[in-house]
């Protein structure tokens, strides 16, 4: 499976941008999908997670409230909405991919990645 990243940017503080994660190559169906980002100088985290029927999601305490995933499982595409940003948000987001049968929304493990968005939050 291939996974496409896009719709990162520039926004202000309080601004608030739209990732999306084209998946292609199998079902998007298949798979739990998640997002994780990598601040400059900092590890990879991961920022949420949605079931492969996206009942069900998971977000770091950090994006709670102001973060929303998504997906379409007919179009192939995830989502991430990303409001009331803040500096610290800035980080290059990558999408990814996990097999999976049970409708989890697994925080690690993921298998497939996309080649990362960069956004960034300006104060």
């Known amino acids: 499976v291939q996974l496409q990243a896009s719709g990162g940017g520039l926004v202000q503080t309080g601004g608030s941008l739209t990732l999306s994660c084209g998946i292609s190559g199998r079902a998007s169906s298949d798979y739990s999908m998640a997002w994780y980002r990598q601040a400059p100088g900092k590890e990879r985290e991961f920022v949420a997670a949605i079931s492969r029927g996206g009942l069900r999601t998971d977000f770091v305490d950090s994006v709670k409230g102001r973060f929303t995933i998504s997906r379409d499982n007919a179009k192939n595409t995830v989502s991430l909405r990303m409001n009331s940003l803040k500096p610290e948000d800035t980080a290059v987001y990558y999408c990814?991919?996990?097999?999976?049968?049970?409708?989890?929304?697994?925080?690690?493990?993921?298998?497939?990645w996309g080649q990362g968005t960069k956004v960034t939050v300006s104060s």
């Open positions: 990814a991919a996990r097999p999976d049968v049970t409708g989890a929304t697994p925080t690690t493990g993921y298998r497939y």
